[in-house]
């Protein structure tokens, strides 16, 4: 199970460490720009993501991001994987995020969506499924957010089978007007209403 402390935050799975990103750690934003600017990642993430060009965009990006989560309690999140040897914590093995993010105003959504994006060497071993699982564990068990979204290009065969793993329901392609009117595959966690306009609105 997850878990989190209420000192250094971080949420600790069987491979993972999920800890908050430093705006003013270099290491982070240069990661940030290599994950953001990979261009398998590009390639698969619907024309949605931030552009985050250079070290000062992932500054700004990340300085945006850490009040959302003094705000709300949640936002984007660092993956990194366990050191082999626990006496030495270190966040040197990064290979991803994992987030979610309330899109307010109008149009908006009602409820958080989730995310996450893996370096593609990560990738088919199951850590965005394990890191996506740990913040949700947490964001319910800690936050109380158990409705949730998520967004995947239609194509993309690999975001729509960690969503299955997560339990997600599919729910079609529709018109996401939060994302200026792309078309994207919806998926809403079990047990949530299938309101349109959750999406659409």
């Not at 698969?44 to 985050?52: L, M, P, Y």
């Not at 993010?101 to 908006?108: A, C, E, I």
């Not at 409705?147 to 299955?164: H, R």
């Not at 007007?177 to 078309?183: D, E, I, Q």
Request: proline share 5%.
């Amino acid at each position: 199970m997850a878990s989190a402390s209420k000192s250094i935050f971080q949420i600790s799975t069987a491979r993972l460490n999920i800890t908050h990103f430093d705006p003013y750690n270099p290491t982070h934003t240069s990661f940030l720009v290599t994950l953001y600017n990979n261009p398998e990642i590009l390639a698969t993430n619907g024309g949605v993501a931030s552009f985050i060009p250079t070290v000062e965009a992932a500054q700004a990006h990340l300085e945006r991001n850490q009040a959302k989560i003094e705000e709300r309690g949640y936002g984007q999140l660092l993956v990194s994987l366990k050191p082999t040897n626990p006496t030495f914590q270190t966040d040197t093995d990064m290979i991803g995020m994992v987030s979610l993010k309330l899109r307010t105003g109008s149009p908006g959504f009602i409820a958080p969506d989730l995310g996450y994006g893996l370096l593609p060497q990560y990738h088919r071993k199951g850590y965005a499924s394990e890191a996506a699982r740990g913040l949700m564990e947490y964001a319910q068990r800690e936050l109380g957010v158990k409705d949730m979204l998520a967004f995947c290009d239609d194509c993309n065969e690999g975001s729509k089978a960690v969503l299955q793993k997560l339990g997600f329901v599919n729910c079609g392609v529709h018109e996401l007007k939060p994302f200026g009117g792309k078309k994207g595959c919806v998926w809403m966690r079990e047990g949530m209403t299938r309101d349109l306009g959750v999406w659409e609105s």
